[in-house]
């Protein structure tokens, strides 16, 4: 097990990143200006789109006209007989005018939602190279599950506000305000009428599907709870099995189960509610102006062909009265969404190159640490390691051994500068690793960690990671230096075996060896081993030792292990506690100075029995 102390949460980190369902109202504003001109990136599909949805609304709004002069014409011919070539003329202008409008909505929904797409795939990339280039502090203080919720659910919200609010917003304002228009001039007391039920059915949708957005949230938080019961229990299934716990996780899951479903009813019931109420004042405002129109029809005010116009445009009005209600929603999503996946964005680069930095230049390879000392954030004035300095060279093996907590594993995450120490220096001949690229320091310094993580891919893409287009005999070299090419020559499939989700197919210590392979692929000027052959027997772990002699010739080699048999050979060892450095020297010389380094050879090589009773005596 690694020693990394646990860093603690800074509540009062501004740089910390938190998912919250809430955001300042100026953020929000800031979020939705920020995405309306990332849109306008795509200035030729915007234009379309919205050429498109006016042309769209031109040809719906001349529906009510049509077929209200139908309507008058078919009363006409009734009377008196007329040629009915004219009827066949407005028909086939409706026909027109449907076709024409199903073809610019079609082409409005098409050039929309290519928008959004396109800025979904440039957000997407963008998280997704933030993430890569965030440091360890900070994933050390975030949890994984917000950041592939806001690179899926957030980036959703974000990716439909073109199609869904901006787009809607131009349909809607034209649809109604030139729709009105036309009623209220042709007649102002049916017109109101006819629009009466607009006003009480935008607050109903808007109120409703508000609402639902909230309780969808929650729900998303419900089923977060219940995926994550699901996937410790399949995680944990045998110590599920072992203990005869199954009834227990069923229960649990049943309860987070019923609290999903209970809230699935109540967003049911507030969707029914409310669509019911707008569809019964829908009817009312129809049923009164049949009713005031019918009388004016009666007394010659108006035709029967506009009393039809009027109620075909609400019939035409009522579906995208509806959608006000999807539009406050998808300004309100966007809002907050945005905010959140901008915070993430704009987030400040705790490690990043300086300005005018270079590659790092090996030529001695010489690794040097000058009162090197590091804090993690909320630590307060606790220091993980502290005035830590030493020098290696080109073929020199430095061991570093201490109880765990002892801030080795810290140490050692320094050198790669997965963190940046808050006081001294690390230099790589002369270079301060701070004032070279980031990229050339991960290339010159490789850490072997005992956590190995594997790709879901073979076992030759997973040793190629580093160097994918690398030759097949260099695969098979550091395997065997790994002490892992006699195992994969005994696989069905050699060197293209699948190894499986996290190298679950494969032991602890093969997936070590894999892990090492893999890393001598890089061939860096620093070589890191953090407890890497934990789970490798002592037998193997002697002969990867013997096969790496020649390896680390050519580079400064540092072993951090709590088995004293893996470090032994060390040219020099570092016996740390308490983040210090209080013992260093040879294997030799530290057995002769009887201290620390001593007490714990002895526990781990001399057999437990002498040591026991050399305990008592000193008592």
Same mark, same amino acid.
């Given at each position: 097990?690694?020693?990394?102390?646990?860093?603690?949460?800074?509540?009062?980190?501004? =740089?910390?990143?938190?998912?919250?369902?809430?955001?300042?109202? @100026?953020?929000?504003? /800031?979020?939705?200006?920020?995405?309306?001109?990332?849109?306008?990136?795509?200035?030729?599909? +915007?234009?379309?789109? #919205?050429?498109?949805?006016?042309?769209?609304?031109?040809?719906?709004?001349?529906?009510?006209?049509?077929?209200?002069? &139908?309507?008058?014409?078919?009363?006409?011919?009734?009377?008196?007989?007329?040629?009915?070539?004219?009827?066949?003329?407005?028909?086939?202008?409706?026909?027109?005018?449907?076709?024409?409008?199903?073809?610019?909505?079609?082409?409005?929904?098409?050039?929309?939602?290519?928008?959004?797409?396109?800025?979904?795939?440039?957000? =997407?990339?963008?998280?997704?190279?933030?993430?890569?280039?965030?440091?360890?502090?900070?994933?050390?203080?975030?949890?994984? !599950?917000?950041?592939?919720?806001?690179?899926?659910?957030?980036?959703? !919200?974000?990716?439909?506000?073109?199609?869904?609010? %901006?787009?809607?917003?131009?349909?809607?304002?034209?649809?109604?305000?030139?729709?009105?228009?036309?009623?209220?001039?042709?007649?102002?007391?049916?017109?109101?009428?006819?629009?009466?039920?607009?006003?009480?059915?935008?607050?109903?949708?808007?109120?409703?599907?508000?609402?639902?957005?909230?309780?969808?949230?929650?729900?998303?938080?419900?089923?977060?709870?219940?995926?994550?019961?699901?996937?410790?229990?399949?995680?944990?299934?045998?110590?599920?099995?072992?203990?005869?716990?199954?009834?227990?996780?069923?229960?649990?899951?049943?309860?987070?189960?019923?609290?999903?479903?209970?809230?699935?009813?109540?967003?049911?019931?507030?969707?029914?509610?409310?669509?019911?109420?707008?569809?019964?004042?829908?009817?009312?405002?129809?049923?009164?102006?049949?009713?005031?129109?019918?009388?004016?029809? &009666?007394?010659?005010?108006?035709?029967?062909?506009?009393?039809?116009?009027?109620?075909?445009?609400?019939?035409?009005?009522?579906?995208?009265?509806?959608?006000?209600?999807?539009?406050?929603? &998808?300004?309100?999503?966007?809002?907050?969404? /945005?905010?959140?996946?901008?915070?993430?964005?704009?987030?400040?680069?705790?490690?990043?190159?300086?300005?005018?930095? @270079?590659?790092?230049?090996?030529?001695?390879?010489?690794?040097?640490?000058?009162?090197?000392?590091?804090?993690?954030?909320?630590?307060?004035?606790?220091?993980?390691?502290?005035?830590?300095?030493?020098?290696? =060279?080109?073929?020199?093996?430095?061991?570093?051994?201490? &109880?765990?907590?002892?801030?080795?594993?810290?140490?050692?995450?320094?050198?790669?500068?997965?963190?940046?120490?808050?006081?001294?220096?690390?230099?790589?001949?002369?270079?301060?690793?701070?004032?070279?690229?980031?990229?050339?320091?991960?290339?010159?310094?490789?850490?072997?960690?005992?956590?190995?993580?594997?790709?879901?891919?073979?076992?030759?893409?997973?040793?190629?990671?580093?160097?994918?287009?690398?030759?097949?005999?260099?695969?098979?070299?550091?395997?065997?230096?790994?002490?892992?090419?006699?195992? +994969?020559?005994?696989?069905?499939? @050699?060197?293209?075996?699948?190894?499986?989700? *996290?190298?679950?197919?494969?032991?602890?210590?093969?997936?070590?060896?894999?892990?090492?392979?893999?890393?001598?692929?890089?061939?860096?000027?620093? %070589?890191?081993?953090?407890?890497?052959?934990?789970?490798?027997?002592?037998?193997?772990?002697?002969?990867? *030792?013997?096969? #790496?002699?020649?390896?680390? @010739?050519? =580079?400064?080699?540092?072993?951090?292990?709590?088995?004293?048999?893996?470090?032994?050979?060390?040219?020099?060892?570092?016996?740390?506690?308490?983040?210090?450095?209080?013992?260093?020297?040879?294997?030799?010389?530290?057995?002769?100075?009887?201290?620390?380094?001593?007490?714990?050879?002895?526990?781990?090589?001399?057999?437990?029995?002498? +040591?026991?009773?050399? #305990?008592?005596?000193?008592?």
């Amino acid at each position: 097990m690694t020693d990394q102390t646990a860093p603690a949460r800074d509540a009062a980190d501004p =740089r910390q990143f938190r998912r919250t369902n809430s955001v300042d109202r @100026k953020q929000g504003l /800031g979020a939705i200006a920020r995405i309306t001109r990332m849109c306008l990136k795509y200035p030729g599909r +915007v234009a379309l789109a #919205m050429l498109a949805t006016v042309a769209a609304v031109s040809m719906q709004l001349s529906i009510p006209l049509i077929l209200g002069r &139908a309507v008058d014409a078919t009363q006409a011919m009734a009377g008196d007989g007329a040629d009915t070539r004219a009827l066949v003329l407005i028909a086939l202008t409706l026909l027109v005018a449907s076709v024409l409008r199903g073809l610019f909505t079609l082409v409005q929904n098409y050039t929309a939602e290519s928008v959004g797409h396109a800025l979904a795939r440039d957000l =997407r990339n963008a998280i997704y190279d933030k993430i890569q280039r965030l440091p360890f502090s900070f994933h050390d203080r975030t949890h994984s !599950g917000d950041l592939i919720t806001v690179g899926m659910l957030d980036l959703e !919200g974000v990716r439909m506000y073109f199609s869904t609010a %901006l787009v809607r917003t131009v349909l809607l304002a034209l649809l109604i305000g030139i729709g009105a228009f036309m009623l209220i001039s042709t007649d102002v007391v049916l017109g109101l009428l006819a629009l009466s039920f607009v006003p009480f059915a935008a607050w109903r949708s808007s109120v409703m599907q508000l609402t639902l957005r909230r309780t969808w949230l929650v729900l998303q938080e419900k089923l977060g709870v219940l995926s994550q019961v699901m996937e410790e229990n399949l995680a944990g299934i045998r110590v599920v099995r072992a203990f005869a716990a199954a009834d227990h996780e069923m229960a649990k899951f049943d309860r987070a189960s019923k609290t999903a479903l209970d809230l699935s009813h109540q967003r049911v019931d507030v969707r029914v509610r409310n669509t019911s109420m707008m569809t019964l004042a829908f009817f009312i405002a129809m049923g009164l102006v049949l009713l005031v129109g019918g009388r004016q029809v &009666a007394s010659g005010d108006i035709t029967v062909g506009t009393l039809a116009t009027f109620l075909t445009f609400m019939t035409i009005l009522q579906m995208p009265v509806r959608q006000l209600g999807l539009m406050v929603n &998808a300004y309100a999503r966007a809002s907050t969404t /945005g905010a959140r996946l901008f915070a993430l964005l704009d987030m400040p680069m705790e490690i990043d190159d300086a300005p005018g930095a @270079k590659p790092l230049e090996i030529t001695e390879g010489t690794l040097t640490l000058e009162n090197v000392g590091f804090a993690y954030a909320g630590s307060g004035d606790r220091r993980a390691v502290s005035g830590i300095s030493f020098s290696a =060279r080109k073929g020199e093996t430095v061991g570093i051994v201490g &109880a765990p907590g002892s801030g080795k594993t810290t140490l050692m995450h320094l050198l790669p500068r997965f963190y940046d120490p808050t006081e001294g220096s690390i230099r790589i001949d002369g270079q301060d690793l701070r004032d070279v690229t980031l990229s050339s320091v991960r290339q010159s310094v490789a850490v072997v960690q005992q956590d190995s993580f594997l790709f879901t891919t073979s076992i030759e893409n997973n040793i190629a990671y580093a160097e994918p287009y690398t030759q097949d005999r260099r695969i098979r070299g550091v395997a065997e230096s790994a002490q892992l090419h006699d195992y +994969v020559l005994g696989l069905p499939r @050699k060197y293209d075996t699948i190894v499986g989700e *996290r190298g679950v197919s494969l032991s602890g210590g093969q997936r070590q060896r894999l892990s090492i392979a893999r890393t001598l692929m890089t061939e860096p000027a620093v %070589l890191i081993f953090d407890d890497s052959t934990a789970a490798i027997d002592a037998g193997t772990e002697s002969r990867i *030792r013997a096969a #790496m002699k020649d390896y680390s @010739k050519d =580079r400064v080699t540092l072993i951090v292990a709590h088995r004293l048999a893996s470090l032994m050979h060390a040219d020099r060892i570092l016996f740390l506690e308490d983040g210090k450095v209080v013992e260093q020297g040879t294997h030799e010389e530290l057995l002769a100075l009887g201290g620390r380094y001593t007490a714990l050879h002895d526990l781990q090589m001399r057999p437990e029995g002498d +040591v026991l009773d050399e #305990m008592e005596t000193t008592r």
